[in-house]
RNA sequence: GCGCCCGUAGCUCAACUGGAUAGAGCAUCGGCCUUCUAAGCCGACGGUUGCAGGUUCGAGUCCUGCCGGGCGUGCCA
């Protein structure tokens, strides 16, 4: 409707180029746009105020003539001019009562779009380390890139998901290590748990496995595994600090040594293994779905990172100093260059960063969106810089940052912290709220916002819950049509189709313009990368229908009026269903 | 210090990337169940969009400077 409106406009103007009454040379950018109240029509124009200037003559004047030469048009009631030169077009009742017949049809298709033109698109979002269980920030992550994938694909994209797997590394060797002296205590020996060790209850699990598999194979002397390393640091002041990286490396290096390569690497898959599958199974039940898991060890062993760094080197986009190899990046708008291998030869992790995307690039994407946490925000310079050194177009290089999210329990802020290892984990959430709840309150709000969850709204099955109130406005469809029995009516949809023009009071146009609206929200969502936006718009058809819903009847003794409201609600329901869905939120029948 | 993000009703947030009278929910107050689910509906109250300038037909939105908050600023991952 949008793009027909348009067409009308763009006819008009070339029609006055051609009379000469508009300078031929301009090329006005038709924009049209749904109003924000009814009072302005259904959508309305403002391309004779932004001619104003360029053609040198009065807006409304410009609008005036706009008018005469637009074309009639079935769908199109009347055009009016308002205010300083809007151009505000109303929709004929028949247009508006259409978009059910068109949704009936669609079903579960309706609101797709083709914005994206089949466009190669890679979402990777979360991408935690597989060290530990997902924590609540993770969940925010997990929700808007699975939302706006969802989107994205809904509006013509062609969407890939990934997950990438740091699997290789400094911490992963710690988690290795941890899993092997919690396996060693489990056989009775004694050794201290390294303070910046991964303390979590999982590691046990993971060492009981160990031990069920290999019994007590891996079993080494205390002093073995002890014997002069250096102290463990204890307390808060820097020295300490660095005490405890210093010992844990050193145990690190002792396990490697004390257990050789393959009995090492045995702690090392079981613990990946082990974590890997928790966090995929974590996100399935969270509606979380991924097409590829990709493995950042896979990405080393093929030669990528030397790859990519000969490729940078090719360009002179490396140089070295105090040892080290560095980027360039301040050439390319970063704050300061960047190490990409250390004095000790080893590549940095942001040479794996680079890898990766070059990795990206030549799987075809034609874009890459990057879902990072805000705390991350220094990549995004550091990533862009590494692309067009790479002689990449840093624009196909999207990075959403999500703020973080604040969970608050009866009004008071639930504190967290990584370090006591007191953080509420995405299954402790899903279990406490549900995913619905949970799916729905992280994407509600904007992602560059902070967000505060709210525990006790979120469970609440009231009116206050804005997850409930649209699930309970799909329960409403539903019920109706399961009442059809008692009353003695069945749903006849071809009447209700033929019938549609009974459809005319406000509350129904106000409903029917409301569905019209969904494959618009699809397309400002995916182009804004905005879930938010879904969110809004279902509270808000739900919020239309309960109104109608209130106000009406539906099952009337009129068989007409019946059935074409009907087909009005099963449209509803189709909507809500459509937009849940996107949104990984369930739809249910019955509340 | 420098960099990025944010500041809108008492609270939590929208506002179609520059459009018309800045909108929702919560909270507060008042109404509606003998009728398709009251997990609902209807109404009232609530604003100098942090402050000061600038750009133009038009600014919550763009530019500058302040004020306030968050995050970052490792040869860590």
């Not at 509606?287 to 062993?301: G, I, K, P, Q």
Request: net charge negative.
């Amino acid at each position: 409707m949008r793009k027909l409106i348009q067409e009308l406009i763009t006819q008009a103007l070339l029609d006055m180029q051609r009379e000469g009454s508009l300078p031929k040379e301009l090329e006005p950018e038709v924009v049209v746009e749904r109003t924000r109240s009814i009072e302005h029509g259904d959508f309305a124009s403002n391309v004779a105020l932004t001619l104003a200037k360029p053609a040198r003559r009065a807006p409304r004047e410009i609008a005036e003539e706009i008018i005469d030469r637009l074309l009639s048009n079935k769908n199109v009631e009347k055009v009016e001019l308002a205010g300083p030169g809007f151009i505000n077009f109303y929709l004929t009742q028949h247009s508006l009562q259409s978009v059910i017949t068109q949704i009936l049809a669609q079903g579960d298709d309706y609101g797709q779009g083709y914005d994206g033109n089949g466009t190669r698109v890679q979402v990777e979002f979360v991408s935690a380390n597989p060290t530990g269980p997902l924590h609540v920030g993770h969940g925010r992550g997990a929700a808007y890139g699975a939302t706006l994938s969802n989107i994205l694909e809904a509006a013509g994209y062609h969407v890939q998901r990934e997950y990438y797997v740091n699997d290789a590394g400094r911490q992963m060797d710690i988690l290795a290590t941890s899993v092997w002296l919690r396996y060693l205590e489990l056989g009775g020996t004694q050794v201290a748990f390294p303070a910046n060790g991964y303390q979590g209850d999982y590691i046990y699990d993971v060492a009981r496995t160990v031990r069920q598999d290999h019994g007590d194979d891996l079993r080494r002397s205390a002093q073995e595994v002890s014997d002069g390393l250096p102290e463990d640091g204890i307390g808060d002041d820097p020295e300490a600090k660095d005490q405890r990286e210093v010992h844990i490396d050193a145990l690190v290096l002792r396990a490697k040594q004390a257990l050789g390569d393959e009995q090492y690497g045995v702690c090392y898959e079981a613990a990946l293994n082990a974590m890997v599958d928790d966090i995929r199974e974590d996100l399935a039940r969270f509606n979380v779905v991924y097409d590829n898991w990709f493995s950042e060890r896979e990405l080393a062993s093929s030669g990528s990172v030397q790859r990519a760094l000969d490729q940078l080197r090719e360009q002179s986009h490396l140089y070295e100093k105090d040892g080290a190899q560095w980027l360039r990046a301040t050439e390319f708008g970063d704050e300061k260059d960047r190490v990409v291998i250390r004095e000790d030869g080893r590549t940095t992790y942001f040479a794996s960063d680079i890898a990766y995307f070059l990795n990206k690039v030549e799987r075809g994407f034609d874009r890459t969106i990057y879902v990072l946490g805000a705390d991350h925000h220094g990549y995004v310079a550091r990533l862009r810089a590494a692309a067009s050194g790479l002689g990449k177009d840093p624009e196909m290089l999207e990075i959403p940052l999500v703020q973080f999210a604040h969970l608050y329990r009866h009004g008071e802020k639930v504190q967290m912290s990584t370090r006591s290892g007191k953080f509420v984990t995405l299954r402790e959430l899903r279990e406490e709220v549900g995913t619905d709840a949970a799916r729905f309150f992280y994407v509600m709000r904007s992602h560059d916002q902070h967000l505060d969850f709210d525990l006790d709204l979120a469970k609440s099955q009231s009116q206050d819950n804005p997850v409930y109130y649209i699930q309970y406005a799909h329960a409403r469809v539903a019920s109706m049509f399961r009442k059809l029995d008692d009353k003695g009516y069945s749903h006849n949809s071809a009447i209700g189709a033929a019938a549609l023009e009974r459809l005319t009071e406000p509350h129904e146009n106000t409903v029917m313009r409301s569905l019209a609206q969904y494959p618009e929200v699809i397309s400002a969502a995916a182009r804004k990368r905005a879930p938010h936006l879904m969110a809004h718009y279902l509270r808000d058809l739900a919020q239309d229908f309960h109104s109608y819903y209130n106000a009406h009847q539906v099952l009337v003794d009129d068989e007409d009026l019946r059935n074409a409201r009907l087909n009005l609600s099963q449209a509803v329901g189709q909507v809500l269903a459509n937009g849940l869905k996107l949104l990984g939120v369930s739809a249910p029948d019955s509340m």
